[in-house]
């Protein structure tokens, strides 16, 4: 097809990046490192190749043969010319890729069929499953597990907390373990998350803390006032030579 010289230019700008990038590195890498990320997938090394939904948008992928060679896209990043002819494209069926390999929890993280055998009945021996069957029984049981495990916590987030954490809390607070909670612990434990809750609540001013003054404080504190002394042996003394200078006043004389 004439693909136009614009298209052409954008075609060959992008093949010699991509094709200067596998050289320096060594390998076949698409994701630009920043956008990779930005997404949260650091190690994120391909877009779409050999995945069910996009990394970028999250779009299914649809795949095609041209020439016996998987082709991969996504219609919401790549949507098709609507002037060209379409392609019979499919749902894409994802494959334990032994030229791409990937990390065990990146293709759990995707669903089951990347899994082998043997490590589908690994995670069902995990979850306390049936081990037994076929391939496709394995990865639907799993699938099945999996699904009912993440709508569990779904919602949860950082809400979840584990027991240890649960009892510390409650000690922050100041509540005792015969308040009823969930997470039951041995009372070694509880005793251990109960001292590190309490040492991570955080004190008191010590001007807040300090106790009131006692009455006898108080009024020590009034007799100061008045005689200048804290002793109580000075305030008749005081007392009288006021009185005194009251009456040595002279009084105003009636007009």
Known sequence: CDLGRERFDRIWLHTVDLLRRGYASGSILTV????????GKPNLRRYIYNCETCSRCGDRIVSWEV????????????PLDPTSEAPRAQ??????SHCAKEPLADRLAQGTQKLTVKELRAELGKLGLETTGLKADLAARLGKALEGKEAQTKGLGAMEKTAEEAAAEKAQAGESRAVEHVAELHP???????????????????????????????????????TGSSNPQDLPRALGARQRK?????RPSKP
């Open 32 to 39: 630009d490192p920043e956008e990779a990320r930005t997404l």
């Open 67 to 78: 020439k016996t060679r998987t082709c991969y896209a996504c219609p919401t990043c790549q």
């Open 91 to 96: 749902e894409a069926k994802v494959f334990l």
């Open 188 to 226: 070694s434990q509880a005793a251990r998350a109960g001292h590190s809750g309490r040492a991570a609540k955080p004190k008191v001013k010590e001007e807040m803390s300090e106790p009131s003054q006692s009455k006898e404080q108080a009024r020590v504190g009034s007799k100061r006032g008045a």
């Open 246 to 250: 009251r009456r040595a006043a002279p």
